[in-house]
T-cell receptor
Framework: AQSVSQHNHHVILSEAASLELGCNYS??????LFWYVQYPGQHLQLLLK??????LVKGIKGFEAEFIKSKFSFNLRKPSVQWSDTAEYFC??????????FGGGTRLMVKP | DSGVTQTPKHLITATGQRVTLRCSPR?????VYWYQQSLDQGLQFLIQ???????AKGNILERFSAQQFPDLHSELNLSSLELGDSALYFC??????????????FGPGTRLTVL
């Protein structure tokens, strides 16, 4: 069965710091990868997705992620975070059955 | 606003009771998915419907059931509720036309509290 691991459960950064959130998945076949964000009190929103092609994917709000197949990783990055980036971030993988499997989430707090 | 609506927003009930959660997908989407988000289990896929038919099943308990109606709205029925069923229940929808690359759009969720 596929699984997704997000090793950082809580991250605290100051504004303008760089962000990298780790995501590793276990699945031997073709996978499609997603990062979703959940702002406080809001629903999940899609940040970016990778299906094929350029392994460096750019998403909304200045976020990007790099798919490294050999490492089974899909880490999320942002060069300079803002207070408004405070949220919970979820990595997810989709494969057979169109079933999204989510990681445990990373709570990011950005201090102004 | 994702275009997916869920009602009610909050639900408080007692153990042993039965509740129904409702979801309306985005206009034009044929697939509906249900997820449960709890502190101990995280975000877990429960079940998917496509155009009225069950398409995929995840970690859904036998006490839970769902259906999708001809107008494409979906209902998740939770019965014989236990304290551990307290969670946020999300519905998502997608076009359903490209199973592996469809983007799922999430609703605001229903927060269920079982006392």
């Amino acid at each position: 069965a596929q699984s997704v691991s997000q090793h950082n459960h809580h991250v605290i950064l100051s504004e303008a710091a760089s962000l990298e959130l780790g995501c590793n998945y276990s699945y031997g076949g073709t996978v499609n990868l997603f990062w979703y964000v959940q702002y406080p009190g809001q629903h999940l929103q899609l940040l970016l997705k990778y299906f094929s092609g350029d392994p460096l994917v750019k998403g909304i709000k200045g976020f990007e992620a790099e798919f490294i197949k050999s490492k089974f990783s899909f880490n999320l990055r942002k060069p300079s975070v803002q207070w408004s980036d405070t949220a919970e971030y979820f990595c997810a993988v989709i494969s057979a059955g169109n079933m999204l499997t989510f990681g445990g989430g990373t709570r990011l707090m950005v201090k102004p | 606003d994702s275009g997916v609506t869920q009602t009610p927003k909050h639900l408080i009930t007692a153990t042993g009771q039965r509740v129904t959660l409702r979801c309306s997908p985005r206009s034009g989407d044929l697939s509906v998915y249900w997820y449960q988000q709890s502190l101990d289990q995280g975000l877990q896929f429960l079940i998917q419907y496509y155009n009225g038919e069950e398409r995929a099943k995840g970690n859904i308990l036998e006490r839970f059931s769902a259906q999708q109606f001809p107008d494409l709205h979906s209902e998740l029925n939770l019965s014989s509720l236990e304290l551990g069923d307290s969670a946020l229940y999300f519905c998502a929808s997608s076009t359903g036309q490209a199973p592996y690359t469809d983007t799922q759009y999430f609703g605001p969720g229903t927060r269920l509290t079982v006392l």
